[in-house]
Nanobody
Framework: QVQLVESGGGLVQPGGSLRLSCAASGFTLDYYAIAWFRQAPGKEREGVSCISGSDGSTYYADSVKGRFTISRDNAKDTVYLEMNSLKPEDTAVYYC?????????????????WGQGTQVTVSS
């Protein structure tokens, strides 16, 4: 049974940092892409970052490039999202999602497996 569990969200002041974790079970990370999405109230869900479980290649949305870093630890079946220089507009529920590399249709499309989400609030 495929399962994704996010953790690490919370309240942080503007300019602060948080590290989100996505613990995967029920599948081998090596053959999957893991992406982080976020959804703010009243807004559509947007893709934030993606990492390949096989070769570690990464992709970032322009809105987070240079501030966020995605990484993986295949031995622990965990993907991380290090978020620095946080802004109020980063406030959202953050979700991780998984898709088999062999069946990917796009960087942020076609993800079959989703976590429950973790709230990130950036506010003074």
């Amino acid at each position: 049974q495929v399962q994704l569990v996010e953790s690490g969200g919370g309240l942080v002041q503007p300019g602060g940092s948080l590290r989100l974790s996505c613990a995967a079970s029920g599948f081998t990370l090596d053959y999957y892409a893991i992406a982080w999405f976020r959804q703010a109230p009243g807004k559509e869900r947007e893709g934030v970052s993606c990492i390949s479980g096989s070769d570690g290649s990464t992709y970032y949305a322009d809105s987070v490039k240079g501030r966020f870093t995605i990484s993986r630890d295949n031995a622990k079946d965990t993907v991380y999202l290090e978020m620095n220089s946080l802004k109020p507009e980063d406030t959202a529920v953050y979700y991780c999602a998984a898709e088999a590399i062999a069946t990917m249709t796009g960087i942020f499309t076609g993800y079959d497996y989703w976590g429950q989400g973790t709230q990130v609030t950036v506010s003074s």
